[in-house]
């Protein structure tokens, strides 16, 4: 099950981001499981940064796994939607200029990586998940 909160007024395509996540939990055997997403503004996204980080800035997505108290429950990701109109501060990741829907898309499975227990603390674990996400979306957008 898929549970989408857009507490934004951006419009974004409800359809089309259920089936990126299912598409995702099937190719990682999650089939059954729960993912929630929140769409918020970078206001909400600095104060959960701060709050569960202790960073006092905005990001471009959180992510929150499941705790194991709920069967199934793979956890939350939070997507600051502003971030995804900042074509340009995603240069180094793509090499081009994406549109603001792709790089919406790369910030969910980026965090539904994280949610599989992806990490990107260290540089070649950044770019392993950068490559990743591009792959996936090549093959499922």
Do not use: C
């Amino acid at each position: 099950m898929v549970e989408i909160n857009n507490t934004t007024t951006q419009k974004i395509n409800l359809k089309k981001t259920k089936k990126v996540i299912e598409d995702f939990l099937d190719y990682y055997h999650k089939n059954n499981w729960e993912v929630s997403i929140a769409i918020v503004g970078p206001k909400k996204i600095q104060k959960l940064n701060d709050d569960y980080r202790g960073l006092n800035r905005p990001t471009d997505v959180l992510s929150f796994a499941g705790d194991g108290s709920v069967p199934k429950y793979l956890g939350e990701i939070v997507i600051n939607i502003e971030e995804t109109k900042k074509a340009s501060k995603y240069l180094d990741v793509f090499g081009v200029k994406k549109s603001a829907d792709y790089i919406f898309y790369f910030l969910l499975v980026h965090g539904l990586l994280h949610l599989v227990g992806y990490e990107d603390d260290r540089e070649v674990d950044r770019q392993k998940m950068l490559i990743l996400g591009e792959k996936f979306l090549q093959k499922f957008l």
